[in-house]
C-alpha cells in the first residue's frame, strides 16, 4: 500500500475527499491530513508518505512551497495539486517541479482516483524496476567472484585478451590499475592436503595480501595476480605471514613461486615460469619461496651417468650395519641433489637406488614397496624420496642385525652348554670348544666376549669355582685332590687351591669352617 497525505485549508475538502475514495482499492492508505504546508512538513518527517494530494492557496505555506520543500528532500514523493480555475498559472509553476497531476477544483472523485490510479502505476513500474535491478546487481555480485576466477584461469591457461577487453573486464571488476606492471604468486600446498585447503589458503591469501587484482584456483594450486607495487622485501615478508597462517591453522606447508615483475601482456608466459619454479621443488622440499633466479640448474643436462656400486651399497645393510649404510646411502643422494641432472634423470637413478634396496626384502614387502613407488616418484621430493629410502635401509639393516644377534645368542649358548657339560675334562679350552662346533676359536673368542662381557677362559674358571662351591657345601669330606679333579683341575691341586682362594677370598680349610644355613 502507498501512504497518503491530504492537504487543504478547507475542512470540507478535507472530509469529503476523505470519505468519498475507496483508499484501498486503489492500492493506498490515508494516513493523515493537514490544513497548510507546514503541518503537512511535519507529517512527511514522521511518516514518510508515497504520494500527496495538496491545494495550491493555503495560509502559512501554500502548496507551490509545500512541493519544492518536499522534493528538495525527497524526490520520489508524487503530488497532485488541487487547483482553482484562476489558479492554473500556479500549477504550470508546480509542473517545474515534476508535478504531473493537477485537478481543477472541484474535482469529482473519478478524476481524482485516475490520477491516484496512474500514479500507483508509475509507482509500481519504478519499483518493479528497481527490484529487478536490484536482483540483477545481486546475481552480479554473486556471480563476479567466480567471473572474475574463471577470467584469470582463461587468462594464463589458453585464452589471449586484447587491450580493449582488457579495459572492459577491469571496468566490469571494478579493477583499476595504476600501472600496468604485474607479477604473480602461485601457491602449491604440500601433498595430503583436502580440496577445500585450497579456498582456505586463496582466502588467506587474499587478507594478507590486502585483496590483489584477481586470485583464483588453477590446476590443483592458488593463483594470485597483482600489481608491482610492494618491494620485494614486503612481498617476502608477506608470503612468510602466509605460510606461517596457514600452517598454524591447517598443519600444512606452502610452497611458493613468486615471479618477476612483467607486462599485462605476458600474464601467460609468467605462470608457466613459474609452473617450472614450482617443479624444482623436487630439489628443495616441502614448504618455501622460490623465484626464477632461485634455479641454478646447468643450461645443458648433463650427459654423464650416475655409477654407483650396488655391492658397496648393499654390503653394509646385509651386515646389519645401519651406520655405515646410512653414510653410504646420504653420500648418494648428496650427488643426486647437485645441479647436473634433470628431474627426469634424477628420478631415474632414484628407481635404480630403491629397487637395489628392496632386494634384500622378503616377497611381501617388496610388492608392498612396489605398489608405492609410483605415487613416490610422481609427488615426492628429493629430500621426502630419500627419507622414505633411507626408512627401508634402516629397517632391513636393523633386521639383519637382529638375526645376527639371534645366531650369537644361539651360538654362545651353545658353548656354554658344552663348559657346562665337559667342565670336568681338564683338557678343556676354547680350541676345543672350537673344533666341536666347527668354528675359528678367535671368531668363537670374539663373539663370546661380545655376547656375555667376559672372556671364554674366565666363563669356565668361573663355572669350575661354583661347582667347587657346590661340592664344598654339601658337607662332603672330600679331599683338595678330589675336588681338583671333579671341577676339572686334573693333578693340579694347588694350582686349584690358589684359584679358590682368589674367587672366594678364603682357603678351603677357612670356607671348610664357615657355618652352613
Known sequence: ?????????????????????????????????????????????????????????????????????????????????????????????????????????????????????????????????????????????????????????????????????????????????????????????????????????????????????????????????????????????????????????????????????????????????????????????????????????PDDPSTEDFVFDAERLLLPIKAGHWQDSELELRSLFEQLAAPKFTIAQTKSYMVQIFMEIIRLCNPAEMKAYLDQLPHQIEHSTLQAFQQLVLSIAKSIAQERFEQTCRKQSQLVQRIQHIVQQKYRDDTLTLQTVANEIYMNPDYVGKMFKLETGEKFTNYVMNYRMQKAIELLDRGDNVTVASLAEQVGFGCNASYFSKMFKKYTDYTLTEYRKIPQP
Request: aromatic share 10%.
Open 1 to 297: 500500500m502507498y501512504k497518503v497525505l491530504l492537504v487543504d485549508d478547507e475542512p470540507l475538502i478535507l472530509d469529503g475527499i476523505s470519505s468519498v475514495i475507496e483508499w484501498e482499492a486503489l492500492g493506498t492508505t490515508l494516513i493523515g491530513t493537514a490544513s497548510n504546508g507546514l503541518e503537512a512538513l511535519t507529517i512527511v518527517e514522521e511518516q514518510s508518505p508515497d504520494i500527496i494530494i495538496t491545494d495550491i492557496r493555503m495560509p502559512g505555506m501554500d502548496g507551490l512551497r509545500l512541493v519544492e520543500t518536499v522534493r528538495s528532500r525527497d524526490a520520489d514523493i508524487d503530488f497532485v495539486m488541487l487547483t482553482g480555475f484562476s489558479e492554473f498559472e500556479y500549477a504550470k509553476t508546480a509542473m517545474q517541479f515534476g508535478v504531473k497531476h493537477y485537478l481543477l477544483k472541484p474535482c469529482s472523485e473519478e478524476k481524482l482516483e485516475e490520477a491516484l490510479r496512474d500514479i500507483v502505476r508509475s509507482k509500481r513500474g519504478k519499483d518493479e524496476n528497481e527490484s529487478f535491478v536490484q536482483a540483477m546487481q545481486y546475481s552480479l555480485e554473486r556471480v563476479l567472484p567466480h567471473a572474475k576466477e574463471q577470467f584469470l584461469k582463461e587468462l594464463v591457461m589458453n585464452k589471449t585478451y586484447g587491450m580493449q577487453e582488457w579495459h572492459f573486464f577491469c571496468q566490469l571488476f571494478g579493477l583499476q590499475f595504476r600501472t600496468l606492471r604485474v607479477r604473480l604468486l602461485l601457491l602449491d600446498i604440500e601433498s595430503g592436503h583436502e580440496y577445500e585447503h585450497l579456498f582456505a589458503a586463496q582466502n588467506i591469501a587474499q587478507d594478507i595480501f590486502a585483496n590483489p587484482m584477481l586470485s583464483t584456483t588453477v590446476g590443483g594450486r592458488v593463483l594470485l595476480l597483482m600489481e608491482d607495487q610492494l618491494a620485494e622485501e614486503m612481498l617476502f615478508q608477506r608470503v612468510h605471514a602466509l605460510r606461517e597462517t596457514f600452517k598454524r591453522y591447517y598443519r600444512y606447508d606452502v610452497m611458493a613461486a613468486l615471479s618477476e615483475p612483467g607486462e599485462l601482456g605476458q600474464v601467460r608466459t609468467l605462470y608457466l615460469r613459474m609452473l617450472n619454479c614450482l617443479s624444482h621443488r623436487f630439489y628443495l622440499g616441502q614448504g618455501g619461496l622460490i623465484m626464477e633466479r632461485d634455479i641454478a640448474l
